[in-house]
């Protein structure tokens, strides 16, 4: 069954501050992911302002924001959005649900969601992925960063706190499948295994993809 939204807002209120604690500076150990979020920032300054999808406590959108593009943030859960807001006065946050954005069409120029997608169930992915495309100027750019597999983990305590959490795995070419499907061009794909000793040891991917012009 799907995991209903309050459960998960509520998941990621309980693990914020740990969140912050243990995941807050993770880009310092992972080069792959800053060189993407690189080009990703050079691309956005040119189209309009970005959004760190899922932003958790916004170290995404600190590390945009510090490259030069115009990012704010959005997240389910307001524990979430609170630290983000502590720990990056100068970045907006607000609160929101990426299956029902808040926002007019084509506002951004593009966005950021790295592993919030994998808290969607399958079949609502491809609506999430025309949501963000609605919400995109013509030739937005998306980058998406997901755990690699068929497998849904469902845990019911992280980090010594009660939670109810699905985290869902796509495959590479399912997501792309699902990209196709939502009008997004597929643009570039890139695969790691997990660096060691910094995060959970699963296959990570990152697609760049464009709404068309
Ligand atoms: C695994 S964390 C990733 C946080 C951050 N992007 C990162 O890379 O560390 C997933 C985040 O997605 C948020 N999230 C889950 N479902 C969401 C939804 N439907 N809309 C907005 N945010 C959501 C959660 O609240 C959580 O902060």
């Known amino acids: ?22 995941i807050y500076h993770e880009l310092e150990h992972k080069p792959l992911d800053r060189e993407l979020l690189d080009r990703f920032a050079t691309e956005v300054r ?3 302002p970005a959004c760190d999808m899922g932003c958790g406590p916004g170290h995404i959108a600190q590390y945009l924001h ?12 307001p524990g ?7 720990l990056n006065p100068d970045i907006e946050f607000r609160e929101g649900n990426m299956a ?13 969601a790295f592993y919030s997608i994998i808290h ?18 013509p030739n937005g750019l998306l980058l998406l ?10 845990i019911d305590e ?17 997501m792309e499948a699902y990209l196709k499907t939502a009008g997004f061009e597929l643009e570039d794909c890139f695969e790691r295994p997990p660096y060691q000793d910094v995060e959970v040891q699963t296959q990570r991917v990152y697609i760049f993809a464009r709404k068309p012009r």
């Open 1 to 22: 069954m799907d995991q209903d939204v309050d459960t998960l807002r509520e998941s990621y209120n309980q693990v914020a501050e740990e969140y912050v604690a243990r």
């Open 46 to 48: 040119g189209l309009g």
């Open 66 to 77: 510090n490259r030069g593009a115009d990012v704010l943030g959005i997240d389910l859960s």
């Open 80 to 86: 979430m959005v609170e630290q983000a807001r502590q």
């Open 100 to 112: 029902s954005l808040d926002v007019d069409d084509e506002v951004w120029g593009g966005i950021a």
């Open 120 to 137: 969607i169930p399958r079949e609502k992915v491809t609506h999430v992925l025309q949501e963000f495309k609605r919400v995109l100027r």
């Open 145 to 154: 960063a997901f755990h690699q597999g068929q497998e849904i983990n469902h």
């Open 158 to 174: 992280w980090w010594g706190k009660k939670v109810s959490l699905d985290f869902i795995f796509f495959q590479r070419a399912e």
